[in-house]
Nanobody, 114 residues
Framework: QVQLVESGGGLVQTGGSLRLSCVAS???????????VHWYRQIPGKDRELVAT???????SYADSVKGRFTISRDNYRNTVYLRMDSLEFEDTGVYFC?????WGQGTQVSVSS
């Protein structure tokens, strides 16, 4: 059974940076490399939002609200997906989730103080 565990969230001031990690277990590195990976966020009072995608064929896409500030990457040998977040804004506050295939992580809280 594939499981995803996120980490790296926390409290940061506006303009600061964080790097989130998402580690997959229960799957080989070879198979993990065939999965598209995604980061979502849940902001209170709003629907869960797709933030970034990195496909198995290395195609990137980002929500307009984070373009130029967030970077998704992956290390298939470590079964890990990253989300580098720079120039953080108060509006980026929320719970961030990773998804690989149909498997979701439990989320990690990001709080940006204004």
């Amino acid at each position: 059974q594939v499981q995803l565990v996120e980490s790296g969230g926390g409290l940061v001031q506006t303009g600061g940076s964080l790097r989130l990690s998402c580690v997959a277990s229960g799957i080989s590195s070879w198979n993990f490399g065939f999965r598209d990976v995604h980061w979502y966020r849940q902001i209170p009072g709003k629907d869960r939002e797709l933030v970034a995608t990195l496909t198995a064929t290395d195609t990137f896409s980002y929500a307009d609200s984070v373009k130029g500030r967030f970077t998704i990457s992956r290390d298939n040998y470590r079964n890990t997906v990253y989300l580098r977040m720079d120039s953080l804004e108060f509006e980026d506050t929320g719970v961030y989730f990773c998804r690989a295939g149909e498997t979701w992580g439990q989320g990690t809280q990001v709080s940006v103080s204004s």
